[in-house]
Structures are given as structure tokens and as C-alpha cells.
């Protein structure tokens, strides 16, 4: 079937789309970002969500917004194991364009270690030219016992890199020799695939109480993470953006210090296979069971569209490596419902293994 398509430029930066098609005319609004964010404490399992959605929705960019090396996020494909804390997670779709948004802290030899570990091409690269830069005077500051000690930061240095942009003294990408190669307008190239329609995903990390703002203070990071930051990180504003997708995990995880609901004891979070250790710091996660308030209130603080929810096989082992919503059990199946009927957004992707591929998609 051969389709013609007429697009009709609006000055709002919304475009209608006429697709022709046997003398038929559809008229579509055209938005194409997606961002996806994590809706409790970090680890939600973003990294696996978002190499889906690049395999799946083939974007031309994954853009990847969120505070800086301080994230791990884990992406396992054919048995592969990646471990992600500074290139988008969406990597693993080769076409699309690998970019870093100028929010985002980069520590350069993360970085380059990262793009050696991939073996991505680096032409796919391109790193802001106004990202902050963090440097080791950073990361010693972040080892001391107000920030690792007091707060459980993840002593990567992200916390006084931020401090020292606000204080307008740090450094920059544009004034790093090793990052020449890949330094471009990260908001520009956002801008150029929107208006042609392309599709974008834009990559949150950490989670929203984890947010500056809007976390439990002082137990937060060093900023905003929940979709309206990451879109400012990336350079685009609200209007573009299609669906934002809260990840939840099917229980709750917390890294470091501050409240966490209903924790459970090492013993009991173990016994239920909830047990998991730290990407970036190898701590133990701490675990609490799925908590409807916090979703509920993450739901709304990020405007959520849609939700995604990953580790169902660890409360509901009769499910690991599912990929078809009808073969899950009945009480599986039940648990995403509620899930629906407490927090009010439907729950359109479903996660049953790590690999990309155990994955239910309702879209
Ligand atoms: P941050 O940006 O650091 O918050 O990370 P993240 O949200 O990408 O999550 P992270 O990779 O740190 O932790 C999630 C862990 O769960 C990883 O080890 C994933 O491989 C794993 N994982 C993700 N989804 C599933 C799933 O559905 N089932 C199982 N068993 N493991 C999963
Ligand atoms: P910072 O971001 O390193 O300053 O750490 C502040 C708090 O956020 C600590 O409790 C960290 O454990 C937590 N944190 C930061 N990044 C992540 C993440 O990617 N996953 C989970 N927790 C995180
Ligand atoms: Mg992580």
C-alpha cells in the first residue's frame, strides 16, 4: 500500500499529519517525545524499559536527561550485560543517535569507558556542549561524611558538581579537550527530529522521591528528576511530549539513607527475593512491598500517561519470562488491575526477566 503523507505546519510546534491512503484522509496530532521516568527511589528497572522501547518504537534520538554517572542503569541483551551510568540506555538500537542533554553531568572517563565497553560507533555520540563536567576535587568532596557519610550519596561526585554550577565556577564540556569529538546542541538536534516528527525517547534516572524538590529532603539527590527536570535537561519543553511513562518496580527499593514505608527486614527481603545490590556503589538496596500512595503520588508529579511495571517475576515467580499478558496467572494479572484501579493510568508495559525481550507490551 503506497502512502502519501501531507504534514501542515502549525507556529505552536504542533504539526497535523494527512496520511492518503486510497483516497482516505487521516488526521493525526503529532507528537513525538516520550519520556520515561522512575516513579519511587532510583532502580525501577529504566535501563531495560528504555533498551525495549528502542528496539521496539526505533527513535532516530534516545536522549538521556537525569543528573549524571551517579545512575546505573542495567541493560541485558542475548545474555549480554551492560551496565550503563553515562550513554542512554537505548543504545542497543543501532540506528538511533546516542545524545546527552546539557543538564546531564558528565564524568569524561566514565564516559569513554562506557563507549569502549559498547563498542558503539562514536560518531553516534554527542555530548552538550554546556554539560557540567565533574572532576576528582568533586568526587573527594563527595567521599566526606556530610554527603557518603550522612546522606548515603553515591560518592561519584555529582552532588558538588551541581553545587559548583550553581555557583557558576564549573567547568563545561566545551572546555574539555577529550569531549571535542562528540560536542553538539543537544537541544537543536531534539528540535530538528520533533519537527520533522521523528520519534524521541528521553531518558530519566533515579527516581521521584528522589527528587531535590520534591523527594524526601534531605535524602535526595543533588536535583529535580521528575519529567518536567528531564525534559529541561534534554532542552525541550512540554508541549512535545507525547506520553511520559512512570517505571515502577513491583516492590518498592531505596539506596542509601531516608525514610523508605514499610521496609523490610535483609532477612525477609532476601526470603522474598527482593535482595538486590547497587549498580554504581554495590550497597544493598533496601526493600519494602509495591506502595499504592507513593505511586499515586508519583503518577501526578510527573504527569504521568502511562505505566510500566518491571520485576513482576520476583513477586509472582510463576510469571519469569512471560511475554504474552493472557499467560499470566491470575493473581499476577490481578496485581497490575489494582495497580490500574488505585493509581488511575493504565499499566502498558510489563517486565517478567531482565532480558529486553521478557516483556509484555499493551500499547
Ligand atoms: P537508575 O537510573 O539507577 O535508577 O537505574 P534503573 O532504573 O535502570 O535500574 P537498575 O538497572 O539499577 O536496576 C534494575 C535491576 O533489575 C537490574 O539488575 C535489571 O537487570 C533488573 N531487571 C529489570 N527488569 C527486570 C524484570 O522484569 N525482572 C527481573 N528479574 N529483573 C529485572
Ligand atoms: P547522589 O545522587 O549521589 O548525591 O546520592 C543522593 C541519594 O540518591 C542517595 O541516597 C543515593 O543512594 C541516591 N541515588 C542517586 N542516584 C541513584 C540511582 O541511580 N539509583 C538509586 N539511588 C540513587
Ligand atoms: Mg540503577
Known amino acids: 500500500m503506497s502512502n502519501r503523507t501531507l504534514y501542515l505546519e502549525f507556529g505552536d510546534g504542533f504539526r497535523i499529519l494527512f496520511i492518503l491512503s486510497y483516497g ?26 528504555i533498551s525495549y ?39 542497543v538500537y543501532e540506528k538511533a543517535r546516542l545524545l546527552i542533554g546539557p543538564g546531564v553531568l558528565i564524568n569524561p572517563k566514565v564516559l569513554l569507558d562506557e563507549i569502549e565497553k559498547t563498542k558503539i560507533n562514536p560518531k553516534r555520540l554527542g555530548v552538550d556542549y554546556q554539560c557540567g563536567i565533574i572532576e576528582d576535587t568533586h568526587i573527594e568532596r563527595d567521599s566526606k561524611p556530610d ?16 553545587a559548583d554550577r550553581a555557583l557558576r565556577i564549573l567547568k563545561l564540556a566545551r572546555d574539555i579537550e577529550e569531549l571535542k569529538p562528540f560536542l553538539t546542541d543537544v537541544p537543536g ?24 524538590f520534591h523527594g524526601t529532603y534531605p535524602y535526595v539527590t543533588s536535583k529535580d528528576v521528575t519529567a518536567s527536570a528531564i525534559c529541561s535537561d534534554v532542552g525541550i519543553g512540554p508541549k512535545h511530549v507525547r506520553d511520559v511513562l512512570v517505571v515502577f518496580k513491583a516492590y518498592v ?3 542509601g539513607a531516608g525514610p523508605l514505608p514499610n521496609e523490610l527486614s535483609e532477612e525477609e527481603a532476601e526470603r522474598r527475593g527482593w535482595l538486590e545490590i547497587a549498580t554504581v556503589t554495590r550497597r544493598k538496596r533496601r526493600a519494602a512491598p509495591f506502595n499504592f500512595d507513593l505511586a499515586r503520588r508519583a503518577v501526578k508529579l ?24 493472557d499467560k499470566l496467572s491470575d493473581g499476577a494479572k490481578e496485581f497490575i488491575w489494582e495497580i490500574e484501579k488505585k493509581v488511575g493510568v493504565p499499566v502498558k508495559i510489563i517486565s517478567t526477566g531482565p532480558d529486553i525481550l521478557d516483556t509484555i507490551d499493551l500499547r
Not at 60 to 76: D, L, Q
Open 24 to 49: 482516505v484522509i487521516i488526521l493525526v496530532r503529532e507528537l513525538s517525545a516520550i519520556v520515561i521516568v522512575g516513579g519511587f527511589f532510583g532502580d525501577e528497572g529504566k535501563g531495560k524499559i
Open 53 to 91: 522501547l528502542a528496539l521496539h518504537d526505533r527513535p532516530s534520538i534516545v536522549v538521556r536527561g537525569g543528573v549524571g554517572p551517579n545512575a546505573g542503569h542495567t541493560v541485558m541483551m542475548e545474555g549480554k550485560e551492560f551496565k550503563l551510568r553515562q550513554l542512554p540506555s537505548g543504545f
Open 147 to 162: 554527603l557518603k557519610g550522612r546522606l548515603g550519596t553515591t560518592g561519584s561526585g555529582c552532588g558538588p558538581a551541581n
Open 189 to 212: 538536534e531534539l528540535h530538528d527530529a520533533i519537527d520533522k516528527g521523528e520519534t524521541v525517547l528521553i531518558e530519566g534516572t533515579q527516581g521521584t522521591f528522589l527528587s531535590l
Open 253 to 255: 527499593t531505596r539506596v
Open 302 to 325: 510527573n504527569s504521568a500517561t502511562m505505566i510500566a511495571i518491571t520485576k513482576l517475576d520476583k513477586v509472582f515467580p510463576e510469571v519469569e519470562g512471560v511475554r504474552d499478558f
